[in-house]
């Protein structure tokens, strides 16, 4: 499922290449005709990422709102203008590590999760696209411009030189500015949006009272915004914290230690495109934890497999629907 650090890159790359110009909306799929019709022709004036839920402006205080859920993703073609925080001096996109060394030969992971031009749920997990047809129909040739359509595009918007594709979403809904603050009201805080030591308060304080377990009050958005299973999985390890201790039997300083940690690796992973949970990698362990989901968790998709820190076997056990591993000795 794309996590936090996904959306705020979609949003990031909405800033560039699609607000401040008119869009041509449409839903080649039909589900989103109406929404879709009322958005074509209009400028879109800004983008805001709020945990998993993108929103972006249009002229006249229009909204949409997009929830990717878990199989969603945005395809960027055309121009699609690299994020010049992480392209390199020599105007190759680069990518920087963990010490903030500029790699000029970034590392791509084969599943797709740090794609440049396509990004939400990891391209293996996705129900209404094969990957074949998303190297072949999106290379954004000039020669066939608007790229073809491929696959179930539930809307896209098409500036003069940028198309972005949106497939799978739980959610892609119009609202008007009081639905979206009513929305936002909603969510928990999100270390991007909300300034981050009021948000500590905030997470630390609804956490401490709740008899709810922590493994689950990590993935309620009511709770904090933008965490998913993989996150929610690394920092219960990163904080060597038992995931169902009730949030407030959770000691404060271990509470405020998970928001402080999410503020960093959320960080991280709108810098890479990567859930990178891991710390003081030596260049080629991170190379290849770039490259390899498997080589840059704790615990995440570990089952059976020895913990990194003490050799016990990750467990796995379902909670809330999704899969939560953990490893019983260091999270006693
Ligand atoms: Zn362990």
Redesign the pocket.
Known sequence: MPEGHSVHRIARQFDRNIVGRVVAASSPQGRFAEGAEMIDGRAATAVRAVGKQMFLEFDDDLWLRVHLGMYGAWDFAGEVVADPTIASANGRMGQTNQRGTVIDDPVMDAAGENSLTSIGAPRRTRVHVRMSEQTTGLAGDEADWPPPVVGQVRLRLLTDVTCADLRGPTACALQTPDEVSATIAKLGPDPLVDDVARGEEEFTAVVRRKPTAIGLLLMDQSVVSGIGNVYRAELL?RARQNPHTPGREVPDDVVRGIWRDWVRLLSIGVESGQMMTMDDLSPAQWRAAMARRDDRHW?YHRAGL???????S?VVEEAAGRKLYW?????A
Do not use: H, L
């Not at 020895?306 to 016990?312: A, F, H, I």
């Not at 490893?327 to 999270?331: G, N, R, T």
């Open positions: 390890f615990v020895p913990c990194r820190v003490c050799g016990t990750i490893c019983p000795k260091c999270q």
